[in-house]
């Protein structure tokens, strides 16, 4: 494995974990992705794209997650 491989496969462990995170908080507050959708303003192809690690997930998810569970959102 060189270098890059290895950084690569850092790279996408990250995502993973940071997708499993943003899922298990999603469903720690009972709330299916269109709600959370809804009430954050984030388009739901943009959520789902996070939670799939698709897409890298901003720290701004998980703080409007932390948002509707203090019902600021």
């Known amino acids: 494995m060189t270098w890059v491989d290895n ?3 850092k ?3 990250d995502i993973q974990n940071e997708m499993t995170t943003l899922r298990k908080e999603r469903m720690k507050l ?3 992705m269109s709600e959370v959708s809804r009430r954050s303003g984030v388009p739901f192809r943009t959520w789902q794209k996070w939670e ?3 897409r ?3 720290d ?8 509707i ?3 600021i959102y």
């Open 7 to 9: 950084k690569d496969f």
């Open 11 to 13: 790279h996408q462990r």
């Open 30 to 32: 009972g709330l299916s």
């Open 52 to 54: 799939l690690g698709t």
């Open 56 to 58: 890298r997930t901003p």
């Open 60 to 67: 701004l998810a998980f703080k409007l997650l932390k948002g």
């Open 69 to 71: 569970e203090s019902n």
